[in-house]
T-cell receptor, first 116, second 115 residues
């Protein structure tokens, strides 16, 4: 069990640029979640995948955001035309499938995005 | 909708003294509740979980929490604080979504441990 891996750890970009983050979940986990955490706040749910299917998207996920999990393994989160308000920590989590739906989620260390 | 309220944004204790971090929840059905800890610039680590079994839940690093339905509370305690416990702690409630569970976090409690 190597844990949830996120890449990059830090990303600094200019406003208006596109960015993409990657998340590799724990290998046997088929549920994958994305959260966003702004300074001084708790994480907020963005979206959820069961295998390759994106089953829920938060209203926080504007049209500039898109997430994919093409083969049901790793996932990417892309932000187009970044804005100052996108500066945050983006966290990925995974949990096993096939059992109770309230199984704990295992988090990666996050990608910290800073918009100049 | 499910929600949690963490009653203290900051708690400061001396090393070796008890820790109490308070959390109240709101849920339209029997909730699943968790406590997570976050050290600076790191992800979240699960401390313990309540899923309608025993109301007193023991977690890692000597932490435990008691689910009290009558008070809608899920406070986190530890008998003796250690310097390494200094971190941010989040109380979390789940809501079901399409077969998975969406976590709703409290605003966090920053724990400071002094010598």
């Amino acid at each position: 069990d190597t844990g949830v891996s996120q890449d990059p750890r830090h990303k600094i970009t200019k406003r208006g640029q596109n960015v993409t983050f990657r998340c590799d979940p724990i290998s046997e986990h088929n549920r994958l979640y994305w959260y966003r955490q702004t300074l001084g706040q708790g994480p907020e749910f963005l979206t959820y995948f069961q295998n390759e299917a994106q089953l829920e998207k938060s209203r926080l996920l504007s049209d500039r955001f898109s997430a994919e999990r093409p083969k049901g393994s790793f996932s990417t989160l892309e932000i187009q035309r970044t804005e100052q308000g996108d500066s945050a920590m983006y966290l990925c989590a995974s949990s096993p499938g096939g059992g109770p739906s309230n199984q704990p989620q295992h988090f990666g260390d996050g990608t910290r995005l800073s918009i100049l | 909708a499910q929600s949690v309220t963490q009653l203290d944004s900051h708690v400061s204790v001396s090393e070796g003294t008890p820790v109490l971090l308070r959390c109240n929840y709101s849920s339209s059905y029997s909730p699943s509740l968790f406590w997570y800890v976050q050290h600076p610039n790191k992800g979240l680590q699960l401390l313990l979980k309540y899923t309608s079994a025993a109301t007193l839940v023991k977690g890692i690093n000597g932490f435990e929490a008691e689910f009290k339905k009558s008070e809608t509370s899920f406070h986190l305690t530890k008998p003796s604080a250690h310097m390494s416990d200094a971190a941010e702690y989040f109380c979390v409630v789940t809501s079901l979504t399409g077969g998975g569970n969406k976590l709703t976090f409290g605003t966090g409690t920053q724990l400071k441990v002094e010598l």
